[in-house]
């Protein structure tokens, strides 16, 4: 599986914490290289579907992936809260819009457990596991598998 | 040679110099082949010593195979040069595949010891030794060492290399070189003193001399010492000067073997003849702006070679040292215009800021100018491949062919030179392989058994045009269209549709192939496809030209540096975009009035007419899926753009500046997409997409066909038997499209629904202080009412000298178009007839008929009492109508008829004609149509003039455009009245004036 869960228990990993719609999901933090805020996005027609557009982040053309769209939730409505996680992979930037950042936590590697058998909707593939921290359910979603495009899944 | 810790710059600097040498080589060879035994000696003397330049540094470097096979092609190089050797075809080929290999050793030259060269070795000995006279035969093999003095160890080498180098008057010297002392620190380079010496003689042998190094138990002896043999024309006195080392250590070897030192004074040996006056010393190898031009040898043809750099390898690139000292220049001027800023800024110098700013921009632009030339590479390099590709590949084939090169000093990329480089050799090849036809059949045509490939490189408005022609037998539209039929990458309607440019724009599909047989050289249907996509990588455009028999021609178009290219910003829906120049032709606006004189329509396609070409049009937000920006009555801006195998307007809201853009791609969501080539950012840091023209093109299904078919079409409308009328469209229900003719509307009003007053059942309105009639298709018709959503109009038309008004909707267009209208279909009351226009059904509105129908009362009295009387009794007027439509015919039948008239109808002139010369007495008045096929109205008026039966005739010549012009031929052709057709009232006018005649006077018609 992913390399944040089969890392050894006892270790810890630092995770980015947000909200896609009303849910509370983590990425791995390590490999977030920044946040910023959704400024004018330039659609791209015939783009797919999670694409909203391109950006300019400091000369490089970034994607930007609507995150919700992507695992499943309706489309999403920018608001003053919505930041865009960028996210470098294969040498390209791509930022994936989230509803609201929330914090960075930390948690050991073995507190993780599968995410349960009634997900369904095809959101599966997107999740690591999940965990309780504080009373709170949070979802470790996997950047690859939700970088990775339509045709090669 | 590691232990000598030669610097590995050293080795790169040799290697690159190698390959300049290479490139040139083989274009000089191919030029000395075909001067045959006539050798230009500038000629040979180059190659050989570049051979000899290889050899020198390959010796120093201990590349030992290197060394052999350059040394090798030196032997016959030489004897050629001293024309012992003619350079026959066969001679050049081994030499070329020399060469090959010594590029290939030079390409790896880690491995190139270990390389097996034997084969060459062999066939250059044999060469050689086929061209030497029997005695010095043996010399080849002859080794004879050279005794070091001083040094217990001797250099070894080939007696025939030292009797050659005796020849021509030169003096063989062996030199020592202390490595430390006289080259490392006199801050010189081993190879620069190689090159030194070089330039003005021969090394035959160059050996290292590890014992004076000493070993690790011997006293340090500060000395590494290197023996050269060389030879040369300089006298001992003038070598000191060059080769810089003290004079002990310079020996002169005699040609009895003995050896003397230079220390001593030599006396000059008488057994030697003077040297003779050779040039020895030649510039280093320069760009020559004259390309070579292989041309089979005319006698007096001046011999150019060029010596253009080949395309350094990848990581490093020759500069200019003044291209470098200007961008030091420049840099400094960013620096000081930064510092200006800054200080402006503390300051808020607002004046200070604006002039920092102008600076900044200029010292950015001319800096961009100059980092660009950094990287510009004159193609020539590229093209000397050529040359040896045609020839080897000509002679595989048994063709006659030649390649003529133009333009070998224009500039471009090196990024994008060095990706030319293979759509070109395929280019090339291919125009070898199907282009030039075999000899036999090339004399069979009538042209010449020598076939041309031309490659010519030129600017155009800031790009570069890559050409590459031939006069070869051109390419079979119809046989690529089969082929891709067959393979199924194209349907047989959608060939049916293509142009000939764009049957062959097929061979770009991968899997098509021409070629009937498969060669080694090609027919197997790659590559193609592959030099399309590899020249969209490079933003190129190619465009093919071929006509049977005569050739073909593609055209390279290449922007001249890839990372920043010249693109005219749009925008549509707020949104913008970028289109590289490259694809834009020019702009066109279309103020909203020429629209419908401008474009026209063909089923679903837009068509525009410039000057007199038809191009498709794509409204760019349908291409990208998006709503189009409300521009009904706006003008419209198209940008003419060009796919390479046809062009197209592409509309778009806005035009804005052509900047200069730095491509950026698109991330991987969008790598599927061909509608973009990218994405760039603006000057306010948002982001554009860089439109693909091409992509945009096939993703609304727009091909050359599509142009090509419109252009048909509206050709067969042309020529359809209808006549021009001008027509005004107008919509009554959203979907009812209707026309009058335009010369029944005196004007056109806006209105809203609420202006309408509904006053005893009947409309009205407001209109120039007093009530205008209104009156509504529905009334009479059976059609559909208009809503209040749509814009409503008010036709304002002239009844009988008071106006009336039809409620219709907008939009509205005028056009004049050529109708076949249909007068049976949709005919009811109120609708004349219909016609099919741009795939909309029209219906054609009877106006007057409308408004009798509407407002029966309105039909005037006096013509309802001339009804009565023309009808009654024998005074009933016969009007002849004469009009090849038959919507028209009908119209002014009904016209007459309800008049009271009786009416004879003729299709055309000579119809009318037959009627009337059937029915002589009876005709009082005839109506005729202008144009009519077979005898048009005026020479239909002639002929009645020219007969004095009809004197008496009323000729009404009716005409749908009347200029005064026709108008003055109608009357000189004997009409008396010349009217606008459809005008009922004036129709009616002239009735009732005969009708009057007739009645005052019933025998005026018979006389």
Redesign the interface.
């Known amino acids: 599986m992913s390399e944040t869960l089969t890392t050894q228990a006892g270790q810890t990993v630092l995770l980015a914490t947000f909200f896609v719609r009303d849910a509370l999901c983590a990425l791995d933090a390590a490999g977030i290289q920044e946040v910023i805020r959704l400024g004018?996005v330039?659609?791209?027609?015939?783009?797919?579907e999670e694409?909203l557009?391109?950006?300019?982040l400091r000369?490089?053309?970034?994607?930007i992936?609507d995150l919700g769209l992507r695992l499943g939730f309706p489309k999403a409505v920018a608001g003053p809260d919505s930041r865009i996680f960028i996210i470098e992979d294969?040498n390209?930037?791509?930022g994936l819009l989230v509803d609201r950042v929330d914090e960075v936590v930390e948690l050991e590697a073995g507190q993780w457990q599968p995410p349960p058998a009634n997900v369904n909707w095809g959101q599966a593939r997107f999740f690591q596991g999940v965990c309780r921290n504080r009373g709170r359910v949070i979802t470790l979603l996997d950047a690859g598998q939700i970088?990775k495009?339509r045709n090669e899944e | 040679m590691s232990e000598l810790n030669l610097d590995d710059e050293l080795v790169q600097d040799y290697l690159a110099e190698c390959r300049e040498h290479l490139a040139t080589i083989e274009n000089d060879l191919l030029a000395i082949e075909q001067g045959g035994a006539d050798i230009d000696e500038q000629l040979v003397n180059r190659v050989f010593r570049a051979a000899h330049s290889i050899k020198g540094g390959a010796g120093f470097f201990d590349l030992s195979k290197i060394r052999e096979l350059a040394h090798r092609t030196e032997n016959a190089l030489d004897l050629v040069r001293s024309r012992q050797m003619v350079p026959t075809p066969e001679a050049v080929s081994i030499l070329l595949l020399a060469f090959d290999k010594l590029r290939e050793l030079i390409g790896n030259h880690r491995a190139s010891n270990a390389a097996d060269i034997g084969e060459f070795v062999v066939a250059l000995t044999a060469l050689a030794a086929g061209s030497l006279p029997e005695h010095e035969k043996s010399s080849l093999s002859e080794q004879v060492t050279v005794q070091v003095p001083e040094a217990n160890k001797g250099i070894q080498v080939s007696a025939f290399d030292l009797s050659q180098a005796r020849k021509g008057g030169k003096r063989v010297y062996l030199i020592e070189y202390d490595l430390i002392h006289d080259i490392e620190r006199r801050n010189k380079t081993p190879w620069e003193v190689f090159k030194r010496l070089i330039k003005c003689g021969t090394i035959l042998e160059t050996v290292f001399d590890l014992d004076s190094a000493g070993t690790l138990d011997d006293e340090p002896s500060n000395r590494l010492m290197l023996e050269v043999l060389y030879a040369t024309v300089l006298e001992p006195d003038l070598l000191e000067g060059l080769v810089e080392v003290p004079p002990e250590r310079m020996r002169l070897i005699e040609k009895d073997g003995n050896i003397r030192s230079l220390a001593a004074p030599v006396p000059v040996p008488a057994a030697e003849p003077p040297a003779p006056a050779k040039p020895q010393v030649e510039a280093t190898p320069v760009t020559q702006a004259k390309p070579v031009i292989a041309t089979p040898a005319l006698e007096d043809a001046p011999k150019t070679v060029n010596a253009m750099p080949v395309p350094a390898n990848e990581a490093t690139i020759r500069l200019n040292v003044t291209l470098l000292d200007s961008l030091m220049t420049l840099a400094g001027e960013l620096v000081l215009s930064r510092n200006q800023l800054n200080e402006s800024l503390a300051r808020q110098d607002d004046r200070g800021i604006r002039s920092g700013a102008q600076r900044v921009s200029l010292v950015t632009s001319e800096l961009q100018e100059v980092v660009t030339q950094t990287r510009m590479q004159p193609v020539g390099g590229l093209f000397s491949k050529f040359p040896r590709l045609v020839r080897d590949l000509a002679r595989d084939l048994g063709k006659d062919a030649q390649l003529k090169l133009e333009g070998g000093e224009v500039e471009i990329d090196k990024t994008i030179l060095e990706g030319l480089s293979d759509p070109l050799t395929h280019m090339v090849r291919n125009s070898v392989d199907h282009g030039i036809e075999p000899p036999a059949e090339r004399v069979a045509a009538g042209k010449p058994a020598l076939g041309t490939v031309t490659l010519k490189a030129s600017h155009q408005a800031g790009q570069v045009v890559i050409e590459i022609s031939d006069d070869g037998k051109g390419l079979a539209a119809e046989k690529i269209a089969a082929s891709s039929v067959s393979k199924g990458l194209v349907t047989r309607e959608q060939v049916q549709s293509m142009s000939d440019r764009e049957k062959m724009a097929l061979v770009f599909l991968p899997g098509v192939s021409t070629a009937e047989k498969v060669s080694a050289v090609s027919g197997r249907g790659v590559g193609m496809d592959v030099v399309k996509t590899n020249l969209d990588r490079l933003g190129g455009k190619i465009e093919i030209d071929s006509a049977p028999g005569q050739g073909s021609r593609f055209r390279i178009k290449l922007p001249l540096t890839l990372a920043i290219i010249p693109s005219l910003l749009v925008s549509d829906g707020g949104q913008r975009f970028a289109i590289p120049q490259v694809s834009v032709g020019e702009l066109i606006r279309i103020p909203a009035a020429q629209l419908a004189q401008r474009t026209d329509r063909v089923g679903d396609a837009q068509i525009l007419n410039v000057r007199d070409r038809l191009v498709p049009m794509l409204y760019l937000a349908d291409a990208l899926g998006v709503p189009r920006p409300d521009s009904s009555l706006r003008a419209l801006n198209v940008v003419l753009v060009d796919t390479g195998a046809f062009e197209y307007g592409l509309v778009v809201e806005e035009l804005h500046d052509t900047v200069e853009i730095v491509v950026k791609p698109l991330g991987r969501h969008m790598k599927g997409l061909h509608d973009y080539a990218g994405a760039t950012i603006l000057g306010d840091g948002r982001v554009a997409a860089i439109l693909d023209v091409a992509g945009l093109a096939a993703r609304a299904n727009l091909t050359a066909g599509t142009a090509e078919t419109a252009s048909r079409h509206a050709a067969a409308e042309t020529n359809s038997s209808g006549e021009l009328h001008s027509l005004l469209v107008f919509h009554n229900a959203p979907n009812e499209t209707c026309a009058v003719p335009i010369e029944q509307v005196s004007r056109i009003e806006r209105v809203r629904p609420a202006q309408v007053q509904h006053l005893g059942g009947r409309r009205t309105m407001q209109y120039c202080g007093s009530s205008l009639p209104l009156v509504a298709l529905h009334d009479t018709a059976a059609v559909g009412e208009l809503s209040e959503e749509q814009q409503w109009v008010v036709i304002v038309f002239e009844r009988l000298g008071r106006p009336l008004g039809l409620l219709a909707a907008e939009p509205l267009d005028m056009l004049e178009a050529e109708l076949n209208i249909d007068a049976v279909t949709l005919r009811q009351k109120g609708i004349g007839g219909s016609a099919v226009l741009k795939d909309r059904t029209i219906l054609l509105l009877d106006i007057f008929e409308l408004a009798d129908a509407a407002r029966p009362e309105g039909a005037p009295s006096e013509l309802r009492n001339l009804a009565s009387a023309v009808a009654s009794g024998d005074h009933a007027l016969t009007v002849l109508v004469a009009d090849d439509s038959e919507f028209f015919r009908g119209q002014i039948q009904r016209l007459v008829e309800s008049v009271g008239c009786k009416v004879l109808t003729a299709e055309d002139g000579e119809a009318a004609w037959e009627l009337l010369d059937h029915h002589a007495g009876e005709v009082d008045l005839l109506a005729t149509d202008i144009e009519m096929p077979r005898l048009d109205g005026l020479a239909l008026t002639q002929r009645i003039r020219a007969d004095g039966r009809f004197a008496g005739l009323q000729v009404i010549a009716l005409s749908s455009l009347a200029g005064e012009e026709e108008i003055a031929r109608g009357l000189a052709a004997g009409v008396n009245e010349y009217q606008i057709k459809l005008n009922k009232d004036e129709l009616t006018d002239s009735i009732r004036k005969a009708a009057r005649r007739k009645v005052s006077d019933p025998a005026y018609a018979t006389t």
Do not use: D, H, Q, R
């Open positions: 004018p330039t659609s791209v027609s015939y783009a797919p694409v557009g391109i950006v300019n000369g490089k053309i970034v994607t992936v294969s390209e930037f791509i970088l495009l």
